[in-house]
């Protein structure tokens, strides 16, 4: 069974740093993305930033104020976010699109979420 769980949420100042931290556990072949998204009330979940390989992805709006970092094990992701704005608010989930030991597809793998609240 793989399980995402995040963790290092919470209220935060505008201008403000908080790290977000995502341990993976369960039996994985091969991880093809690893990373972050977010859900804002009534609105779609969008990326945040994701690495697959030596590649990482940003979306616009946090270039140059969020960092996406992975072990070498790949067994935890992490999102340290500075600079932040109340935009910023929402579930922020962890993402990975992995291979499990005994099966020939990849499967999408989604932690519980952990709200970010960026409020004065």
């Known amino acids: 069974q793989v399980q995402l769980v995040e963790s290092g949420g919470g209220l935060v100042q505008p201008g403000g740093s908080l790290r977000l931290s995502c341990a993976i556990s369960g039996s994985i072949l091969r991880v093809n993305v690893m990373g972050w998204y977010r859900q804002a009330p009534g609105l779609q979940r969008e990326l945040v930033a994701v690495i697959s390989g030596s590649r990482i992805d940003y979306a616009d709006s946090v270039k140059g104020r969020f960092t996406v970092s992975k072990t070498n094990a790949e067994d935890a992701v992490y999102l340290q976010m500075g600079s932040l704005k109340p935009d910023d608010t929402a579930v922020y989930y962890c993402?990975?699109?992995?291979?499990?030991?005994?099966?020939?597809?990849?499967?999408?793998?989604w932690g519980q979420g952990t709200q970010v609240t960026v409020s004065a």
């Open positions: 993402y990975m699109q992995a291979l499990p030991i005994d099966e020939i597809r990849y499967s999408h793998y």
